[in-house]
C-alpha cells in the first residue's frame, strides 16, 4: 500500500471545508488509530504508510497540516518526507512524531527547519490526545463541532463498539515484555476513542457481565495470536469478583485457548479489597480457572488493610502495589520502605511483585534494587492497540537476525479488560 486511503470524512455542505490533515506513518496500526482519533475531533485525514506519492497528493489536496511519524529504527522514510514537502513548496503546519528520545526528533525537526518548512514542537509516542486536540486548537484548524455522545455500555455492546488498548508489563531485570494489562475503550464513529468514563456510568449487572465475557474472550484471543506469532505474553483482565462469579469464565478461556501447554496463560486481577471481602467465593471459582489456565493478581495492593489470611487461602501470581507507593519511591524514604516491605511479602508467598504507575528511571533503578520483578507505567508505553504492542514486543524482545515466527492468518480484533 503505498499510497493515500480513500478520504476519510464527508464534505459538508456548508462553503467552508474542514481542515484536511496528512498522516504519514510506517506502522500501520498507529497510522489507523492516530487518523481515527483526528477524524472524531471533526478533522478530514487522508493516510500514508510511506512517503513515496506524498508529494503529488500535497498538489492535488492541498492538506493544512501533515502529520509525520519517525521510526527510529530507520528514519529514512522520514526524511524523505521532509524533503517531498520541501520540494512540494509546503507552507502548511509539519507536526513530527515518533518513540524515540527527545533530542533524536528534535534534530529531525531541525532537518524540516533547515528545509524552510513551518515545524511544531514533536511529540513523543505513545500520543496524548489531550495534546493533539490543543494543538488542533492553537492552529486553528477547522473542525466541526463534536457534541458528547449519548452513550451507554448497553448501547456500546450492542452496536459492537467494545474496543480492548494494552499497557506492556516489563521484566524490571531484562528489560523484556513479560505481560501486557488490557484496559476497554469505545471506539465511537463520531468520537473516537473513548475511555470507560464515558460510557459505564449506570451500567446493569448484566451488561457488565456481558463486558466482562467479551473481556476475557478478547484476552484469550490475542494472547493465542501473540503465542503464534513466537511472543508469549502473560494477558491480564481486571475483573469484579461478584462479576466473575456470575459468568462462564472458565469455560470462556477453555474454548478459545489453544492445546499446547506451554501457552502462558492469562491473569484475572482482582483488587484487595475485593479479596478480603470475597475471599470464600475467590476459593471456590479458582480451582476451575486453573485448570483453564488462569491464575489471579491482586490489584490496588496497599489501598485497603490487607488481610494475610487470604495469602494462606489463595495462590496469587502477582501483586500489583499501588502506583500511591510506587511513584517517587526512589526519593521518597516511606514509599521505599512501604515497597520493600510488599515485594518481600509477594516473594515470601511464592508471588511477583509488580509496580504499576512507573513514570521516571529514577524509580526503576530503585525498585531494582529493592527486587521487584515487573514494572507498569507511562515511562514504558501508555495502554496501545495490539498491532502496536506487537511491534513494541518485537523491538524489545527478539534478537537481532532471530525474527518471530510469522503471525497465524487468523488473526483477532484489538482487546481490553472491563472497568470495575
Not at 528489560?175 to 470507560?196: C, D, I, N, T, W
Not at 524509580?363 to 506487537?390: N, R, S, T, W
Amino acid at each position: 500500500m503505498n499510497g493515500p486511503s480513500a478520504r476519510n470524512a464527508t464534505e459538508s455542505a456548508s462553503p467552508a471545508r474542514h481542515s484536511l490533515c496528512f498522516v504519514v506513518d510506517t506502522d500501520f496500526g498507529c497510522l489507523q488509530g492516530f487518523a481515527k482519533s483526528l477524524r472524531g475531533f471533526g478533522l478530514d485525514t487522508v493516510e500514508f504508510v510511506n512517503s513515496a506519492r506524498l508529494s503529488e497528493n500535497i498538489e492535488n489536496l492541498n492538506p493544512d497540516m501533515i502529520f509525520i511519524g519517525l521510526n527510529a529504527a530507520d528514519p529514512r522514510d522520514c526524511v524523505r518526507a521532509l524533503f517531498a514537502l520541501k520540494d512540494s513548496r509546503f507552507t502548511g503546519r509539519v507536526q513530527l512524531f515518533g518513540k524515540c528520545e527527545p533530542e533524536f526528533l528534535e534534530s529531525f525537526r531541525k532537518v524540516g527547519d533547515d528545509a524552510s518548512l513551518n515545524m511544531l514542537p514533536p511529540l513523543q509516542k505513545p500520543l496524548d490526545f489531550a495534546s493533539i486536540r490543543k494543538i488542533i486548537h492553537q492552529q486553528r484548524l477547522s473542525s466541526e463541532a463534536v457534541s458528547s455522545p449519548d452513550l451507554s455500555l448497553k448501547k456500546a455492546i450492542a452496536s459492537n463498539w467494545i474496543t480492548f488498548v494494552y499497557q506492556p508489563q516489563v521484566d524490571l531485570k531484562n528489560k523484556l515484555v513479560v505481560g501486557a494489562e488490557a484496559f476497554v475503550r469505545v471506539s465511537h464513529p463520531q468520537h473516537g476513542l473513548l475511555p470507560p468514563e464515558r460510557f459505564m456510568g449506570g451500567a446493569s449487572q448484566e451488561d457488565l457481565s456481558e463486558l466482562a465475557v467479551l473481556a476475557v474472550t478478547k484476552a484469550v484471543q490475542t494472547s493465542v495470536a501473540f503465542f503464534n506469532a513466537g511472543v508469549p505474553l502473560k494477558f491480564a483482565v481486571n475483573i469484579n469478583v461478584m462479576t466473575l462469579a456470575k459468568i462462564p469464565a472458565a469455560i470462556v478461556v477453555e474454548k478459545h485457548r489453544p492445546p499446547d501447554q506451554q501457552w502462558p496463560g492469562i491473569v484475572f486481577d482482582v483488587t484487595e479489597t475485593q479479596v478480603q471481602a470475597k475471599t470464600n467465593l475467590l476459593k471456590s471459582t479458582l480451582p476451575g480457572l486453573q485448570l483453564a489456565g488462569v491464575s489471579l493478581a491482586i490489584d490496588n495492593f496497599g489501598r485497603g488493610s490487607s488481610s494475610f489470611a487470604a495469602f494462606k487461602e489463595l495462590p496469587f501470581a502477582q501483586i500489583k502495589i499501588d502506583r500511591s507507593f510506587v511513584q517517587g519511591c526512589a526519593r521518597d524514604k516511606g514509599n521505599a520502605s512501604v515497597c520493600k516491605t510488599m515485594i518481600e511479602l509477594a516473594h515470601n508467598f511464592g508471588s511477583q511483585a509488580a509496580a504499576v504507575g512507573i513514570e521516571t528511571g529514577e524509580d526503576v533503578q530503585a525498585l531494582v534494587g529493592l527486587g521487584c520483578d515487573i514494572g507498569q507505567g507511562y515511562l514504558f508505553a501508555k495502554p496501545v492497540a495490539e498491532q502496536e504492542l506487537m511491534s513494541m514486543v518485537r523491538a524489545r524482545n527478539v534478537p537481532k537476525g532471530e525474527p518471530a515466527r510469522a503471525e497465524t492468518a487468523a488473526r483477532p480484533a484489538a482487546t481490553a479488560s472491563p472497568a470495575r
